[in-house]
């Protein structure tokens, strides 16, 4: 599957689901401290819906970054999964699209998404992302 990772700006990601915010500040002290972000975000390509990365996304805004670093997937390709974390959620990729696009988010850590192959760890120094 074809993947490309792209700095994009942070406004133009759109979240899922929500994120704790205790655990975003606490990673923006991590990300402040190394001074880089050690692995990018993961998004949709045609629609930039944030599928992983939620609290890395929190954490950049809260340290004043403009830009965040993505690995820009076909959503819709069966190399990309999606399974609920949780037990009474039935979802899939079209309502997880259509719930972002809406601004209706879901709950923290609803769903789990993985990539065919893993993913790489891509270090972006934090310079880069303001």
């Known amino acids: 599957m074809p993947t490309q990772i792209v ?5 133009e990601l759109l979240p899922h689901e929500h994120y704790r915010p ?4 606490q990673l923006a002290g991590e990300i402040h ?3 880089k972000l050690r692995r990018p975000l993961l998004a949709d390509r045609k629609t930039y819906v ?3 990365g939620h609290h890395r996304l929190a954490a950049l805004k809260r340290l004043g970054c403009k830009k965040a670093r ?3 997937v076909d959503y819709q390709s069966k190399a990309v999964r999606l399974y609920p974390r949780k ?22 850590k609803s769903t789990r998404h993985l990539v065919a192959g893993g993913r790489k760890t891509i270090k972006t120094p934090l310079q880069e992302l303001y």
Do not use: E, M, W
């Not at 205790?22 to 500040?25: G, H, T, Y």
């Open 50 to 52: 944030l599928l992983d």
């Open 70 to 72: 993505v690995l820009l």
């Open 33 to 35: 401290k190394d001074g």
């Open 87 to 108: 037990k009474n959620l039935s979802i899939n990729k079209r309502q997880v699209v259509s719930c972002a696009l809406r601004h209706r988010l879901y709950p923290v």
């Open 22 to 25: 205790f655990r975003a500040k």
């Open 7 to 11: 700095t994009v700006k942070i406004q």
